[in-house]
């Protein structure tokens, strides 16, 4: 009786978790529609390209060029940096705990027209530390760099489905004002 009891609330919890539209982190597609079907990435040697393509594999409607020729978009990974900074000190004067920031500049044109400003995507994590355990240390560093990265790209594509695609310059005699008066 406690069994069955037990399996019908964590079901009814289940069922009301799916109800609402919980998902995951980083299981749900992108919530928003991309403004552009096809994409060229610009991404060749930095860290985050992987978790772009990662990322962007998830929209089933986005097809991600080989080359920028024929793409709606180009998105490019201008810079990325990593800083590591002391955020505390314990009163022995050793570190106790480190701020990582994860950067990354983001470039961005659709349909050959760049979308202002680039777009800047920070991410920070706190790694406590211990000398007692620098080996446990450097490979949680690792991890927490990794996750920054997921992260950053993750907002990276979750910005990119609300840009505002940019009109295309106007060319030719409707460029001209109707009220426009030419001078000699």
Avoid at 68 to 97: W, Y
Avoid at 99 to 119: F, S
Avoid at 160 to 176: D, E, F, N
Wanted: glycine share 8%; with cysteine; charged share 20%.
């Amino acid at each position: 009786m406690k069994h069955s009891l037990r399996f019908a609330l964590l079901a009814g919890f289940a069922l009301l978790l799916t109800a609402c539209g919980f998902h995951l982190r980083g299981l749900g597609g992108p919530l928003k529609p991309l403004p552009f079907s096809t994409m060229y990435l610009e991404a060749s040697g930095k860290g985050i390209e992987s978790d772009l393509r990662t990322v962007f594999a998830r929209d089933p409607k986005l097809t991600v060029m080989s080359a920028p020729k024929g793409a709606q978009a180009v998105v490019s990974v201008v810079s990325e940096n990593q800083s590591k900074d002391i955020l505390t000190i314990n009163t022995g004067g050793r570190i106790n705990e480190y701020q990582l920031t994860y950067t990354a500049v983001v470039r961005t044109v659709i349909g050959g027209v760049p979308v202002d400003p680039d777009m800047v995507v920070t991410v920070r994590r706190s790694l406590n530390y211990s000398d007692n355990q620098v080996l446990g240390k450097q490979q949680e560093e690792d991890l927490l760099w990794a996750d920054a990265r997921r992260d950053a790209a993750e907002q990276v594509v979750r910005r990119l489905a609300y840009l505002k695609v940019p009109a295309a310059p106007l060319a030719g005699p409707a460029s001209v004002k109707p009220d426009a008066v030419p001078q000699p």
